[in-house]
């Protein structure tokens, strides 16, 4: 009873996080991702309510769920958030009951159950990235081996001749007519990957097994900005060593391969400073920023505008939207919710220098919110709930090592 339930509880974290990060829509189409979602969704929410409501005792004995009243408070909180991110109004049914039934159980899971499911979710991410690295360099060839290409439904990346490479594995982004190109794999964007990948490395303290190396290579062959920054973000406070040997690397690779077209353009010319920021920094438009400076000297700057910047047609993914959203109130009740969710799960560490690592993790969560603001989501709730859980295990485990040796 005690495995099952555990393993049962692990794999159905894992496959809906992994599943809420899939896009699937050059390969399945727009209804094809939705029926998907839906199907998961589903159920994922009856085998939820199914597990709590015949097994709820067995399950607390065996501590695979744990009930502690800082858990409620955390469910108290993110109810307020809901309210204040206006999800709880008519028409949010099926996205309330996706990322409430979640959240209840991320909650409500123990850090070994937790452990094991970002263990899952880890295995299903690099084996999704893993056919798209070798589809990369056939495409360096110029030999895709399937597919064409499609334009993409979502209004923003049709408005930036954004095309995708539709191939059995997986797919790739193209901009125009440019033969230069990104892995995204299953993904939404690059960016999924690059972030993504830039967690579970954190998480597992950058060693490199064989998961993460192939996590690893999808994160450069990405070219994701995101992934350079939340790396030496971790990298600085946690492994300083262990940067400046990858920032040696990177540096002489930069310096052999500069005149390089695909490295000037993805990697040197996003990297430019100038008056108007980093260059590699597209995440809004002026038109979006002109509506977001009149919001802020108006009376919605406290609970949001009545229609969201995606409702209005602004296409943009900055950390300014959660306050054009939701306003500072919503804002203030995301934040606290993720700071309160990240203490439950972090429980006492075998070393000091591992619960440094573990602070530096949701530094680096919250960081990720500048490009990637839909926090309050199946995915980004799990990676810092499992990872900080993953990170509390392994760290117990090793000094456990060491006390026995």
Known sequence: MKVNAQQTLALLLATL??????????????????????????LGTCITFILLAFSFTDMRRARIIRLEYSGMLVLAVFIVTLYLMHLLSAGKVTELLKISSFVLLLVLASEKTLWQSFGYFRFAFALIVAPSIVLYFFNLLGTPPFGGFEVPTHEGKVESGMRYGNYLFGFMIFKGGESIHRLSALFDEPGVVGTYAAFLLAATRFKMDAQNVIIFIAAILSWSLAFIVLAVIYLLFARPRLLFILLLILGALVFLAADNPIVQKLLINRLLIS????????RTTIWFDLKFIE???SSKIYFGNTE?????????????????????????????????????KKKKFGSPKDAKGCYVFLFMFLAS????????????????AAGVSFMVIESNKKELKLAVS
């Open 17 to 42: 996080a992994i599943t809420g990060m899939m896009y699937l829509v050059p390969i399945a189409g727009i209804e094809g991702r939705r029926a998907l979602n839906v199907i998961v969704l589903t």
């Open 295 to 297: 919001l802020l000297f």
């Open 369 to 384: 919110i500048y490009q990637r603001p839909g926090v309050v989501d199946v995915a980004p709730l799990f990676i810092l």
């Open 275 to 282: 008056d108007e920021g980093v260059s590699g920094d597209n």
């Open 308 to 344: 969201t910047a995606y409702q209005l047609g602004y296409y943009v993914s900055s950390w300014k939207t959660l306050i054009f959203d939701y306003g500072l109130a919503g804002l203030t009740s995301i934040l606290l919710f993720i700071v309160m969710l990240f203490r439950l």
